[in-house]
């Protein structure tokens, strides 16, 4: 067969993918990344490892298809977007360690930014808001604090261009680029020019030229360096995507109003917007879904982004409550409600569409009477309040939704999406793989490659692998509980 092969660096691991001419999967590998969170509201990674786990990852699912005979023709890479690595293109050293995207040190940044008036003109331009959450004020934080000193050619950068640099030669001769994507969560993208603005440049301290070029996501990048992955030597990057992006494509979310929510270690929430920059909608942002170049203009998106998800599924593990994220699921189904529990899990601020960082996680309503099992059912219905409030504000925005395709390690859990079509009156489409953020890193490195023609030809691919319909009636009880959590919510 020939083969794309799909790079997907994620927050909790670094996984390689490969699919079929068809996009079904026909190999895998994957290693955990570690997390270290130094202080309260600091999450680093090592940079040198989230490289170290790319390559291990795609050489062994590539020595696995040179063994079956297959060929690797193309490569995509999918990444967490607004996690962002200072490196020295002199040297290939990292500078220090990678402020990931859930990092709120910049937090006194942002208000200050704010407070000046300047959050008008931002989200004007890129369609985000003053947050901790974007690359501009953690590529500044990382300048004022030394990471250039001492370093030959000192940048900045997000994983796309960290992992696309070191896989295709890095130091000697590495392309340093990124694309639309991943360049519009950094705050530092205009969405109507597609470039870096010389103005948020300016406004957040962050020197332009220390930054990548931009390039469509669809189209060559580079070849691989023998010397980074000497079983794919020469074999061309065709297509980049930040990963909610790809997890959009991969759900084969194509035309206006489609919307896909993927429920990693965040859980976030975009609509397909069409190919023109859309109306500011409250609550929501706004990004590039894709540009691609050859094969179309550039396409935008709504998106909703709340930090934890699955992410608070592992901590109820770490603390004991659950042997195991796959207790979580019986573990609450034994119970018929939260007895009154909400658990917001907040652990690292609130996002859409509430946008407060200073939120930390609550747990409510505990009586002497509360168990494992209603703090386990409390914590899924969390789940799936947390994409309610963004697809409320999406219809708030005027976007009609007709369906939600869910993705992601926790939409395993029939439990939440059924909870989800409740909550969210909408039927639920569990997509046919939960890695839909590599199906888009490989469906847009094939439409780079021209293996596929066009967006039509990936959306008649996809297939749903189960279907969850709202109730009809009975939705009483679930419209409280949300109310009661959205008010805990907003007090968090």
Not at 158 to 173: A, E, F, I, R, S
Not at 293 to 314: D, I, K, M, Q, R
């Amino acid at each position: 067969m020939r083969i794309v092969l799909a790079l997907d660096a994620g927050t909790s691991g670094v996984r390689a993918v490969a699919f079929s001419g068809a996009l079904e999967t026909v190999d895998e590998a994957y290693r955990d990344l570690p997390v270290a969170y130094p202080h309260p509201g600091e999450v680093e990674q090592d940079p040198a490892a989230i490289a170290g786990l790319a390559r291990d990852v795609l050489a062994e699912v590539a020595r696995r298809r040179s063994e079956a005979g297959d060929e690797v023709v193309a490569v995509g890479i999918t990444n967490q977007r607004e996690t962002t690595v200072a490196f020295d293109r002199a040297t290939g050293r990292p500078l220090a360690p990678a402020l990931v995207w859930q990092d709120r040190r910049t937090e006194g940044a942002c208000a200050a930014l704010r407070a000046a008036g300047h959050e008008p003109a931002v989200r004007a331009a890129t369609g985000l808001v003053l947050d901790p959450y974007f690359s501009a004020t953690k590529m500044a934080w990382l300048a004022e604090h030394g990471a250039g000193e001492g370093a030959g050619d000192p940048v900045y950068a997000t994983v796309d261009t960290w992992l696309t640099w070191t896989l295709t030669g890095g130091p000697d001769g590495g392309a340093f680029v990124t694309e639309p994507s991943n360049a519009s969560r950094t705050a530092l993208f205009d969405l109507t020019t597609l470039d870096w603005s010389p103005t948020l440049a300016g406004l957040f301290g962050v020197d332009a030229a220390r930054l990548a070029s931009v390039r469509p996501s669809a189209g060559l990048f580079g070849v691989i360096d023998k010397e980074a992955v000497a079983e794919l030597d020469g074999v061309p990057i065709t297509g980049v995507l930040g990963d909610q992006q790809a997890a959009l494509l991969g759900q084969a979310c194509v035309a206006p109003g489609q919307v896909k929510a993927t429920y990693g270690t965040g859980a976030f929430v975009l609509a397909h917007a069409g190919d023109r920059v859309p109306a500011l909608a409250e609550g929501l942002l706004t990004t590039v879904a894709w540009d691609l170049g050859a094969h179309g203009p550039a396409h935008y998106a709504y998106e909703g982004s709340a930090f934890v998800a699955g992410a608070a599924l592992t901590w109820l593990a770490e603390v004991g409550l659950v042997e195991g994220v796959g207790e979580v699921e019986p573990l609450a189904r034994s119970v018929t409600g939260a007895g009154g529990v909400r658990v917001v899990p907040a652990f690292t601020g609130l996002g859409s569409p509430f946008w407060n960082p200073a939120a930390r996680g609550t747990i409510t309503g505990l009586s002497r009477g509360t168990t494992r099992a209603e703090i386990a059912r409390a914590l899924v219905e969390a789940l799936a309040f947390q994409v309610r409030a963004m697809t409320d504000a999406f219809a708030a925005a005027g976007v009609a939704l007709a369906e939600l395709r869910a993705d992601g390690g926790a939409a395993v859990m029939d439990l939440l999406l059924e909870l989800q079509a409740d909550a969210s009156r909408l039927p639920v489409a569990r997509s046919g793989t939960l890695e839909a953020t590599a199906r888009g890193a490989a469906s847009v490195a094939a439409l780079g490659a021209g293996l596929v023609d066009s967006l039509e030809e990936l959306a008649g691919l996809w297939r749903p692998a189960a279907r969850f319909a709202p109730r009809a009636d009975g939705l009483d009880v679930l419209d409280a509980a949300y109310a009661a959590w959205r008010r805990e919510a907003l007090r968090a």
